[in-house]
């Protein structure tokens, strides 16, 4: 295998970028938990659910890869249910940025805690 990469990579056009790689996988409170979007993706980037923002994967550079999911006019805004209450220690949020596919990353957000009905 890593001879063939050697090989792309003399080719002119090759960017070492479009090589794929292994998915990182992480282990948080929120993997495999209800996620309800307030605001749905924009029709042509639904691909695989809200699902994907809670399954421990990481996205790769490849966006039509069904990692990601894309929001135009309206902002991400998504509620997850944790079951129960939790101690969280922080909050990592992870954007693809691809301006020649004119996808451009978020500048700012926020997070908001909760339990139950009530805003913390």
């Known amino acids: 295998m890593e001879h063939l990469k050697q090989l ?8 070492s970028d479009d090589i794929p790689k292994k998915r990182i996988k992480i282990n948080h409170l929120a993997k495999a938990k209800k996620i309800t979007l307030i605001n749905q993706p924009y029709k042509k980037y639904t691909y695989k659910g809200s699902s994907v923002l809670v399954d421990g994967g990481t996205g790769t550079q490849l966006f039509d890869a069904g990692l ?8 991400l805004e ?3 249910d944790l079951e129960k209450k939790e101690s969280i220690h922080s909050v990592s949020v992870g954007f693809l940025q691809n301006a020649s596919n004119w996808i451009l990353s978020q500048i ?3 997070v908001l805690f909760g339990y139950g009905q009530e805003l913390l």
């Open 8 to 15: 792309y990579l003399q080719w002119e056009y090759a960017d």
């Open 68 to 75: 990601w999911l894309g929001f135009e006019a309206n902002d």
């Open 108 to 110: 700012f957000g926020s």
């Open 78 to 80: 998504a509620v997850v």
